[in-house]
């Protein structure tokens, strides 16, 4: 099993940016592939981006194509979330996710660990 903890989410005003951090302990991250969900209130958990095992392939909803870039640093065994141009609808909790493979998924059933979120707010 591999333990995640996120942090670096906020307040911030609609325009602004954040990035998250995704830090993993407890097995090699390397063996893992990594994901971005977040759900707002009264809504589903919703896939955001994921990163393959290696870095080299990169996923986004379409919601967040362009303005948000996820990249991973195996070597601090972190995956981050750059947040740019965000809006009031990014507001939610948003959660890491990992699966024990080389290959990143879009769908939150098919990610095995998950760390226990942090908020992001979008005021405008």
């Known amino acids: 099993q591999v333990q995640l903890v996120e942090s670096g989410g906020g307040l911030v005003q609609a325009g602004g940016s954040l990035r998250l951090s995704c830090a993993a302990s407890?097995?090699?991250?390397?063996?893992?592939?990594m994901g971005w969900f977040r759900q707002a209130p009264g809504k589903e958990r919703e896939f955001v981006a994921a990163?393959?095992?290696?870095?080299?392939?990169?996923y986004y909803a379409d919601s967040v194509k362009g303005r948000f870039t996820i990249s991973r640093d195996n070597a601090k065994n972190t995956v981050y979330l750059q947040m740019n141009s965000l809006k009031p609808e990014d507001t939610a909790v948003y959660y890491c996710?990992?699966?024990?493979?080389?290959?990143?998924?879009?769908?939150?059933?098919?990610?095995?660990?998950w760390g226990q979120g942090t908020q992001v707010t979008v005021s405008s």
């Open positions: 996710a990992a699966r024990p493979s080389i290959v990143a998924k879009t769908t939150a059933s098919q990610y095995q660990n």
């Open positions: 407890g097995r090699t991250f390397n063996d893992y592939a």
């Open positions: 990163i393959s095992r290696s870095g080299g392939s990169t």
